[in-house]
């Protein structure tokens, strides 16, 4: 068989094809974006939280992501990132409160940690737990930066 027959051409032509539909799927809403940005409460950087974002509308099937708050600031990059889509933020800073208490969880209290750290919540609860602040990604790197003020 020559390459210049059309059965020589059906390889190269499925993988232009294979190729085609990869490329096409990598433009819809499945990619998954990189998010960066600064939370501060009251002026003051969050020191040690967490970023939760969760899909605004629950019957889209966007992809969940996260990442940690360090010295006011969290880069969630594009592999573990959100789809892109509109997504609502939660935001929690447990902070240390000093004391210790009896670990709940018995698997790991039988592992050799029969105390955990007590924290209290320092984030207000419309962050935190009610779910007032919203954010929209798009392709590329998503800044996304808070400078909010307690109750």
């Known amino acids: 068989m020559s390459p210049a027959s059309p059965a020589g051409r059906r390889p190269a ?4 094809l294979a190729a085609l539909a990869l490329l096409a799927g990598c433009a819809g809403g499945d990619e ?11 002026g003051a950087p969050v020191t040690a939280g967490v970023i939760h ?3 605004a509308d629950e019957t889209e099937k966007l992809t969940r992501a996260g990442g940690t708050i360090t010295d006011g600031a969290f880069d969630i990059p594009a592999e573990v ?3 892109r889509g509109r997504y609502k933020v939660y935001l929690s ?4 409160t000093g004391k ?14 029969p105390w955990v750290e007590e924290t209290q919540e320092l984030m207000p609860k419309r ?8 954010a929209e990604f798009t392709r590329g790197v998503n ?5 909010l003020k307690s109750d």
């Not at 800044?143 to 400078?147: A, E, N, V």
């Open 13 to 16: 032509f499925a993988s232009i």
């Open 32 to 42: 998954r974006v990189a998010v960066k940005g600064t939370v501060k409460l009251n």
């Open 53 to 55: 974002l969760v899909p």
């Open 81 to 83: 990132g959100p789809n």
């Open 93 to 96: 800073w447990p902070k240390p």
């Open 100 to 113: 210790k208490l009896k670990n709940p969880d018995p698997v790991e209290a039988a592992r050799g940690v």
């Open 127 to 134: 962050y935190a737990k009610d779910g007032t602040l919203t």
């Open 143 to 147: 800044p996304l930066d808070f400078d």
